[in-house]
């Protein structure tokens, strides 16, 4: 298929902007008509007759920080000169967000021509409606080449190929030696990825098929990482006569999520995994392991550390830590794991090993410090003592068995130190209290639980955005008792399942209570426990939460962990029924877990929470992580939430990075039903 052939066809057209996550508009600066794609109105809300009244209505929607950009924009065309801007824009729910406009202007004094185009990118919103523009010779090829994508056909009766312009930029040859040759796109593909394309099969069925894969630019060597989505094209007898596509050069963005992984699953100082990679490799053993019988998990801790750091300075015990490592490292094999927990604790896997190969690897553990480290021109003399959980192991949950180990290692350092010691469930003293669990019972009967509300507000407004519903158990006898007390209880049985109903119903009420004294709605969030979820009745009680309380669905949010991403398969129809009713979904504790990125991707999630240990971070060597979260929750069109901001300091970090929301005690701490009332009333917006 030719260039000039295929770009005549206006069907062609169609297909392609379909597959465009791109909305686009043009005014006629003749006659003063103004046009926007049915997406662009999708977008901004704004009708197509509200333009047409009024051509620069589009301004009252941008952020007023960025107006002047604006400004300068429509001069700049009315010259004829083109332009790329970036800004905010408000759409009429109240949201803001970022985009991405290119504009420019087709003068033809021959005809009396004089168009001013534009296209914004949206990054979950595709074009559904063909423009009227699109009839004009040369304007949809000029409009094609301006954004970064390779748009490409095959005729697979003609064995012919097609790639656009872009592609002598994407791989670096010529545009006649890429069409001459139709298998080129295959070839320079990475040996690793060839597997990725093998979707011939499913082409043929005439299904549309997406992959990613590296390149190896034969100009240069470099690679790039591609995202190709492929449509087939059928005829009136269903046969696959054509496929047509997009490549879509995704490297950045695959930079970023390896960078992020780096950050989030291995430390900073050493270089070994972290405890966030701990529980992912836990997690996968539990999906792949059919035996425990042969797993020890060990917890090392540095005897001497605090006095090195005290009395010659952190960097002279980080030297040390790192020293240390290397030593360990002799003796871990390569299906074993070594890991930095937090400070001077570290972890060590050891599979399929009997208690005596235990014995034995500790003892040689032990015998690596014998020998002293030479740092700085120091003798530096320490220990270890290590901590075993049960053996055999009988749990893979990574805080079932640090608990254990940390025990260990405590009995260890008080027998002498430079020891280890054996889990024993006789030994352990503040083990799960059957007590609780018996009073947790008396007080869902009675309802001794209470809740409290913590606003999260807009960061650059002010504005109250939700705020998030939070158990508090009135003991009759102990007062208030924080959830970090009870909670870990309930999980361990179903009543965490009926404390969450409690929450679910109690904050829904009490959001509709509010709505009906007449103040401003607003979304109410609620945790939501993996257990809870997964009840199989869990959407049919949501929705009689819902019609009992008679909230609108719209002003509801659960919050989810990430350890829900595991399995996928269950949590997807969840989700997807929970979204039908409306309600919102938010991500918590965004960081702790692990969620695959590939997975965040596809699923309709609306909101994405920075766990607090990252906001910490800020103003750290780990700072970066933060700002590659809020830019991941970005690109997946999620808002951004930060927990636990504290200080101005953060505040002013977060609202740099553009990150949406904010929650913690530096905006308002968690407030009984009463207090949040009062403020309620007096307008509750938050000033920094």
């Given at each position: 298929?030719?260039?000039?052939s295929?770009?005549?066809?206006?069907?062609?057209?169609q297909?392609?902007?379909?597959?465009?996550?791109?909305?686009?508009?043009?005014?006629?600066l003749?006659?003063?008509?103004?046009?926007?794609?049915?997406?662009?109105?999708?977008?901004?809300?704004?009708?197509?007759?509200?333009?047409?009244?009024?051509?620069?209505?589009l301004?009252?929607?941008?952020?007023?920080?960025?107006?002047?950009?604006?400004?300068?924009l429509i001069e700049?065309?009315?010259?004829?000169?083109?332009?790329?801007?970036?800004?905010r824009?408000?759409?009429?729910?109240?949201?803001?967000?970022?985009f991405?406009?290119?504009?420019?202007?087709?003068?033809?004094?021959?005809?009396?021509?004089?168009?001013?185009?534009?296209?914004?990118f949206d990054?979950?919103?595709?074009?559904?409606?063909?423009?009227?523009l699109?009839?004009?010779?040369?304007?949809?090829?000029?409009?094609?080449?301006?954004?970064?994508?390779?748009?490409?056909?095959?005729?697979?009766n003609?064995?012919?190929?097609?790639?656009?312009?872009?592609?002598?930029?994407?791989?670096?040859?010529?545009?006649?030696?890429?069409?001459?040759?139709?298998?080129?796109?295959?070839?320079?593909?990475h040996?690793d990825?060839?597997?990725?394309?093998?979707?011939?099969?499913?082409?043929?069925?005439?299904?549309?098929?997406?992959?990613?894969?590296?390149?190896?630019?034969?100009?240069?060597?470099?690679?790039?990482w591609?995202?190709?989505?492929?449509?087939?094209?059928?005829?009136?007898?269903?046969?696959?006569?054509?496929?047509?596509?997009?490549k879509?050069?995704?490297?950045?963005?695959?930079?970023?999520?390896?960078?992020?992984?780096?950050?989030?699953?291995?430390?900073?100082?050493?270089?070994?995994?972290?405890?966030?990679?701990?529980?992912?490799?836990?997690?996968d053993?539990?999906?792949?392991?059919?035996?425990?019988?042969?797993?020890?998990?060990?917890?090392?801790?540095?005897?001497?550390?605090?006095?090195?750091?005290?009395?010659?300075?952190?960097?002279?015990g980080?030297?040390l830590?790192?020293?240390?490592?290397?030593?360990?490292?002799?003796?871990?094999?390569?299906?074993?794991?070594l890991?930095?927990?937090?400070?001077?604790?570290?972890?060590?896997?050891?599979?399929?090993?009997?208690?005596?190969?235990?014995?034995?690897?500790?003892?040689?553990?032990?015998?690596?410090?014998?020998?002293p480290?030479?740092?700085?021109?120091?003798?530096?003399?320490?220990?270890?003592?290590?901590?075993?959980?049960?053996?055999?192991?009988?749990?893979?949950?990574?805080?079932?068995?640090?608990?254990?180990?940390?025990?260990a290692?405590l009995?260890?350092?008080e027998?002498?130190?430079?020891t280890?010691?054996?889990?024993?469930?006789?030994?352990?003293v503040?083990?799960?209290?059957?007590e609780?669990?018996s009073?947790?019972?008396?007080?869902?009967?009675?309802?001794?639980?209470?809740?409290?509300?913590?606003?999260?507000?807009?960061?650059?407004?002010?504005?109250?955005?939700?705020?998030?519903?939070?158990?508090?158990?009135?003991?009759?006898?102990?007062?208030?008792i924080?959830?970090?007390?009870?909670?870990?209880?309930?999980?361990k049985?179903?009543?965490?399942?009926?404390?969450?109903?409690?929450?679910?119903?109690?904050?829904?009420?009490?959001?509709?209570f509010?709505?009906?004294?007449?103040f401003?709605?607003?979304?109410?969030?609620?945790?939501?426990?993996?257990?809870?979820?997964?009840?199989?009745d869990?959407?049919?009680?949501?929705?009689?939460?819902?019609?009992?309380?008679?909230?609108?669905?719209?002003?509801?949010?659960?919050?989810?962990?990430?350890?829900?991403?595991?399995?996928?398969?269950?949590?997807?129809?969840?989700?997807?029924?929970?979204?039908?009713?409306?309600?919102k979904?938010?991500?918590?504790?965004?960081?702790?877990?692990?969620?695959?990125?590939?997975?965040?991707?596809?699923?309709?999630?609306?909101?994405?929470?920075?766990?607090?240990?990252?906001?910490?971070?800020?103003?750290?060597?780990?700072?970066?992580?933060?700002?590659?979260?809020i830019?991941?929750?970005?690109?997946?069109?999620?808002?951004?939430?930060?927990e636990?901001?504290?200080?101005?300091?953060?505040?002013e970090?977060?609202?740099?990075?553009?990150?949406d929301?904010?929650?913690?005690?530096?905006?308002?701490?968690?407030?009984?039903?009463?207090?949040?009332?009062?403020?309620?009333l007096?307008n509750?917006?938050?000033?920094?």
């Open positions: 298929m030719q260039q000039d295929f770009f005549q066809d206006s069907k062609y057209y297909q392609f902007l379909d597959m465009l996550d791109i909305a686009f508009w043009s005014m006629d003749v006659t003063g008509k103004v046009y926007m794609s049915k997406g662009a109105e999708t977008l901004l809300g704004i009708s197509q007759s509200s333009y047409e009244k009024n051509p620069l209505i301004r009252e929607y941008i952020f007023p920080e960025d107006q002047h950009a604006y400004d300068t700049e065309l009315k010259t004829g000169v083109g332009s790329q801007r970036e800004f824009m408000m759409n009429q729910a109240g949201d803001i967000r970022w991405r406009g290119h504009s420019s202007t087709i003068v033809k004094p021959e005809i009396n021509m004089k168009i001013a185009y534009g296209i914004i990054i979950t919103d595709f074009i559904t409606e063909q423009s009227d699109t009839n004009r010779n040369g304007f949809m090829q000029q409009l094609i080449n301006e954004v970064n994508i390779v748009l490409w056909s095959y005729d697979f003609k064995g012919e190929s097609y790639y656009s312009p872009n592609a002598e930029k994407l791989y670096g040859i010529p545009y006649q030696e890429l069409t001459s040759n139709p298998s080129f796109w295959k070839d320079v593909i040996p990825d060839r597997k990725a394309i093998e979707q011939d099969e499913i082409l043929r069925s005439g299904r549309k098929v997406t992959c990613e894969y590296r390149i190896i630019r034969p100009c240069d060597g470099e690679i790039r591609i995202e190709d989505r492929a449509y087939p094209t059928l005829d009136s007898l269903g046969q696959v006569t054509a496929f047509t596509g997009v879509i050069d995704v490297t950045t963005r695959k930079l970023s999520e390896e960078r992020i992984n780096q950050l989030t699953f291995y430390d900073v100082l050493t270089g070994i995994p972290n405890n966030h990679y701990l529980e992912k490799y836990l997690q053993m539990s999906f792949h392991d059919n035996s425990l019988q042969s797993f020890a998990f060990l917890l090392i801790n540095f005897d001497r550390l605090k006095l090195i750091n005290d009395s010659l300075g952190h960097q002279f980080d030297l830590l790192v020293n240390a490592i290397e030593r360990l490292k002799e003796l871990i094999s390569a299906d074993d794991l890991c930095r927990i937090v400070g001077d604790e570290f972890a060590i896997i050891l599979k399929n090993v009997t208690r005596e190969e235990v014995e034995s690897t500790c003892q040689r553990l032990l015998n690596l410090f014998d020998e480290f030479f740092i700085k021109n120091k003798e530096i003399y320490t220990s270890i003592s290590i901590g075993i959980s049960d053996f055999p192991a009988t749990s893979l949950n990574r805080k079932y068995l640090l608990n254990q180990a940390y025990y290692m009995l260890a350092k027998n002498g130190k430079n280890f010691y054996f889990y024993n469930k006789k030994d352990e503040n083990k799960y209290n059957i609780t669990e009073e947790l019972k008396k007080a869902l009967k009675h309802e001794d639980f209470v809740l409290h509300f913590q606003p999260l507000f807009h960061l650059h407004t002010g504005k109250l955005i939700s705020y998030e519903a939070l158990i508090r158990w009135n003991h009759p006898l102990k007062g208030y924080p959830p970090s007390e009870f909670i870990p209880v309930a999980e049985t179903d009543l965490i399942v009926a404390l969450g109903e409690w929450v679910l119903h109690e904050a829904c009420r009490q959001n509709q509010f709505q009906e004294r007449g401003p709605p607003v979304v109410v969030s609620v945790n939501v426990s993996t257990r809870q979820l997964y009840d199989k869990f959407v049919k009680k949501l929705k009689y939460v819902l019609e009992k309380t008679k909230l609108a669905p719209q002003y509801l949010e659960l919050e989810i962990t990430e350890s829900i991403m595991q399995n996928i398969s269950k949590t997807k129809p969840i989700i997807e029924e929970i979204k039908a009713l409306g309600v979904i938010s991500i918590d504790d965004f960081g702790t877990g692990f969620s695959s990125l590939s997975i965040l991707k596809h699923l309709p999630l609306d909101k994405l929470k920075i766990d607090k240990s990252f906001i910490d971070d800020i103003g750290t060597a780990k700072e970066p992580l933060v700002r590659s979260i830019e991941l929750g970005a690109n997946l069109d999620m808002s951004v939430v930060a636990g901001v504290e200080t101005v300091k953060q505040a970090f977060l609202r740099e990075n553009k990150c929301i904010g929650q913690g005690y530096l905006f308002s701490k968690p407030l009984p039903k009463e207090q949040l009332e009062d403020e309620l007096k509750f917006v938050y000033k920094s």
